[in-house]
Nanobody
């Protein structure tokens, strides 16, 4: 089992950047595929980005491609989401999620992940 804790959210202006981090407990972090999701008020939780155990493969939802970058440091048990050129529509609570997985596998569905952090608020003003 892994415990996840996000940090790095805040209030920024359109065009600014933020870097979210997710710290994982335990000694088996490298066994977990990781993902970032977000949920805006009144909307369903949606997929943002995913990364395989090694970090060798990533996947993004179309609306964040070329603006967001997911990465991980297995030695430090962290996964990060670099968010550039932020837009007001990026405003949401951002969650990291994890799942034990085979090598080379990532997941884009919220129901695929059993482990979740508590979320961090990102607000982008226009």
């Amino acid at each position: 089992q892994v415990q996840l804790e996000e940090s790095g959210g805040g209030l920024v202006q359109a065009g600014d950047f933020l870097r979210l981090s997710c710290a994982a407990s335990g000694r088996t972090f490298s066994s977990y595929a990781m993902g970032w999701f977000r949920q805006a008020p009144g909307k369903e939780r949606e997929f943002v980005a995913a990364i395989t155990r090694s970090g060798g493969t990533t996947r993004y939802t179309d609306s964040v491609k070329a603006r967001f970058t997911i990465s991980r440091d297995n030695a430090k048990n962290t996964v990060s989401l670099q968010m550039n050129s932020l837009k007001p529509e990026d405003t949401a609570v951002y969650y990291c999620a994890g799942r034990r997985s085979p090598l080379g596998t990532f997941y884009v569905g919220a129901s695929d992940y059993p482990y979740w952090g508590q979320g961090t608020q990102v607000t982008v003003s226009s």
